[in-house]
């Protein structure tokens, strides 16, 4: 890759970091937009977002309609910051692999974003089934988290893998 083309590339990357981080709050209302999509599909009994709010309210016609706020520490946003970082190292000291990285990135981010919206899911579903208080607790604190963990971890190894593997010969 030339000199201009890699500073361009490395521009590029360090922008969409810059704007995760600068358009976290807009970020989360897509994801709690993308949240209500996928729980109007999959459940009857009613939902609502209030973007503004980065909320999804859930089980409105059940005896107990509850809502899910999206908060920083629970937005996939900052699960993106490393993947960008290692793009933009493997891009540096690799440019002529910058479009199987940049591949590699695509496939990560829509990994890392569907793995939240498992956990979202997730929280729902354990609400649903056992209640406001225990479900949201096991959902959010103990299952929602291993679900973020692993789903991270799977994505990282996922984005090295794509990568770095050699072609068939």
């Not at 209030?50 to 059940?62: C, K, Q, W």
């Not at 490393?82 to 910058?98: C, E, G, I």
């Not at 940049?102 to 729902?124: A, C, K, M, Y």
């Not at 103990?142 to 679900?147: A, H, I, R, T």
């Amino acid at each position: 890759m030339a000199r201009f083309p890699l500073v361009i590339a490395l521009s590029a990357l360090a922008a969409a970091g810059a704007v995760v981080v600068l358009a976290e709050r807009l970020y989360r209302e897509l994801e709690v937009r993308l949240a209500g999509a996928i729980l109007d599909v999959i459940t009857t009994s009613g939902v609502y977002v209030a973007p503004d709010r980065e909320t999804v309210y859930f089980g409105l016609s059940s005896a107990t309609p509850f809502g899910l706020r999206m908060t920083p520490e629970c937005s996939s946003a900052f699960l993106l910051l490393p993947l960008l970082v290692v793009t933009m190292l493997m891009v540096y000291f690799r440019p002529s692999n910058a479009k199987r990285v940049f591949f590699s990135l695509g496939i990560s981010t829509l990994v890392v974003v569907l793995v939240n919206q498992l956990r979202i899911l997730t929280i729902v579903g354990l609400v649903h089934w056992f209640g406001t208080d225990d479900g949201y607790y096991w959902g959010h604190t103990l299952l929602g988290s291993m679900v973020s963990v692993l789903g991270g971890a799977v994505s990282l190894v996922l984005f090295v893998w794509l990568a770095t593997r050699k072609r068939a010969a």
